[in-house]
């Protein structure tokens, strides 16, 4: 038997009690369901963030792992649901973008706008994260058939974030958010970044490291690739948002080393 | 064979690693344990917010799931500690009311004083949620008889919130709290409130919605009925907590619409 | 079947899909896995915490459960990583001292240094928590020979922290640290204190109590043995930290009662 893999991804906290009711009723209709939350601290209504952090989590899961995420801030609203399958498993959720990213990365085999009303689930005024998405999840994850949940959606909601651009000076960049260590992550690909690359952000000029504790000995900080092949910036053993002072949507700049040294090697930082 | 599922509501945060403690106990005791986090950020002893979370949460749960709830700032002392079968499943914690919502809503069964000893447990000075409830919880989910684990009790400490009270100009009820987005939870039924309604609050007049989308053109907040049946004061992708400067205990009064239309359609916010 | 218990411990929270990923990459390895989270909540890059978390939760697991903990500010750099096998289970993660109270109070069968790429993991420069410590835990969970993963370790890092030392006038220690509540904890063992002890700090002297609630009526705060044994300090529905103005690391000094009573029972607080 394969275990019945359900993921949860919210913006609710825990506190109030609503994570747990949604757990009541899936298992209720699937008792063996293995719930994993993924997080419930997405910040509020935030659809930027809930995209990266589904994104960065969901690539890790196979099929028939189902995962349900509720990022909702238009619950209620004729806003639509949907219902993908996909390498990484079954998405349910709102169609607002949040699932935008793993779609572009694992084009659904098959994806559905959910029915208004099911076997065991109902459209919501408020909560759709207990009525619609946790039954459809759990039927999902029971083995139901996801012909039956809906009808066929052509086109969903993308949600795209500015990309790096390349200019005559290098490659211009955003800070599009922070860590919980306060590393600033940005959009600039780490494949653009050669061995002598500097990173230029508010009159600073950082270097590349392999690693963070090779910014030890870096005054005010550096940057390195991220595991997801972006580059960050980061500060030993301190927040670089706080440090910098850096805000999202600051700009950033990847340039060539700007004073080149004699040998390649020598300019690892 | 039916999964054991136990469920999890502390107060206690998990950085400190008493709820890590917790858990193995119980799969030490019940390996084949299912444990769902429902919450661990109930604020620090607040019993209110815990009988609220868990009447919300459990609601939707099914025998035979073990609910171990410690929110337990009198551990230690004289407070009793007890054990219920209910059809929403057994409950495990200490007699202090946080229970009182599912066990008004789900009548149990039967309902028992916990031994101070039994078994794989004993009460504790400083931490029941390991040495006490934690085992029960477990030798319940295990299959374990209930009548063995205590005797029984005829009465139970209730926790009681004010409820909203029919008046000539209105229903008058309180703000209760708020959830993590700064809607305002009031005691105020949602089955009160009439198509025309309108929800005064420190001066303002508030007009209803269906959903939180709704509010969107309506300043300064809007209310609607949540999922649980209760009004909510709400802001459109925002927080009536922070607009409105509420604060729990805040007077709220439904009244009918001060300024009737001509068709009762019109009268929708 | 023994039960795949799986535990996570890290200081990354959940809001970035970090933790999200590690649980894919170990449900792909093993999809039998039960992953339970110890707690994503350590204070960044705390060793300290982390040791102490470790610890107090690891206590009370067994074998086969594998615990993976990824406090990891050396990540990328020549710090090891290691895997243990203890009578708490098995270990998994950076030789950094995170998990040297659980060795010292559970002395390991075996101990390995990581292969830095085995069949399913490869060290990585930023993110060693998917990419080595989550396929590792997986395959000992999958009950793959530990002896496979690493060369054997002869020493490993130690994190001590400052014991309470006797002195002329009594058992000088320190705060450590502060719980959720706002208890301090320190590092004096309940077994020094007998019944007309005394804790000294900041010119406070308080008496001690057997359970929070006897606390009620001494201002401005008590003292207790807790569930590690160790004394701490409380005040009744409220916070040591902040009525007592405390920090990390301010002296404490268990001494005996200043005014003896009469009989050795009226000294109990």
Not at 187 to 196: D, H, I, K
Not at 211 to 218: G, T, V
């Given at each position: 038997m394969t275990n019945k893999i359900i993921t949860l991804t919210t913006d609710f906290e825990t506190r109030d009690g609503y994570v747990g009711a949604m757990k009541g009723r899936i298992l209720s209709i699937c008792p063996k369901a293995q719930i994993h939350d993924l997080?419930?601290?997405?910040?509020?209504?935030d659809l930027l963030a809930a995209k990266v952090a589904l994104q960065r989590s969901l690539r890790e899961f196979n099929k028939p792992a189902v995962h349900i995420a509720v990022i909702d801030p238009?619950?209620?609203?004729s806003r639509k649901a949907l219902a993908a399958e996909t390498e990484a498993g079954f998405l349910v959720g709102p169609d607002n973008g949040i699932f935008s990213g793993v779609l572009e990365e694992f084009p659904p085999n098959r994806i559905f706008q959910l029915h208004e009303e099911g076997p065991c689930w109902k459209k919501h005024s408020s909560f759709d994260g207990l009525h619609l998405f946790s039954p459809v999840g759990a039927y999902l994850a029971q083995g139901g058939g996801i012909e039956e949940i809906g009808h066929p959606l052509d086109e969903w909601l993308r949600l795209d974030q500015e990309k790096a651009q390349p200019s005559p000076s290098g490659w211009m960049g955003k800070v599009l958010g922070f860590d919980r260590f306060g590393n600033a992550l940005t959009?600039?690909?780490?494949?653009?970044?050669?061995?002598?690359a500097r990173l230029k952000i508010r009159d600073r000029v950082l270097k590349g490291v392999a690693?963070?504790?090779?910014?030890?000995?870096?005054e005010p900080a550096a940057f390195l690739q991220n595991s997801d092949g972006m580059l960050e910036i980061c500060v030993w053993q301190g927040s670089a948002l706080e440090k910098l002072k850096l805000q999202s949507g600051d700009e950033v700049m990847l340039v060539e080393d700007p004073e080149p040294r004699i040998s390649p090697a020598a300019t690892k930082a």
């Open positions: 997080t419930h601290d997405i910040p509020p209504q238009g619950v209620g609203s959009n600039l690909p780490g494949r653009q970044a050669g061995p002598g690693h963070f504790e090779e910014a030890k000995s870096l």
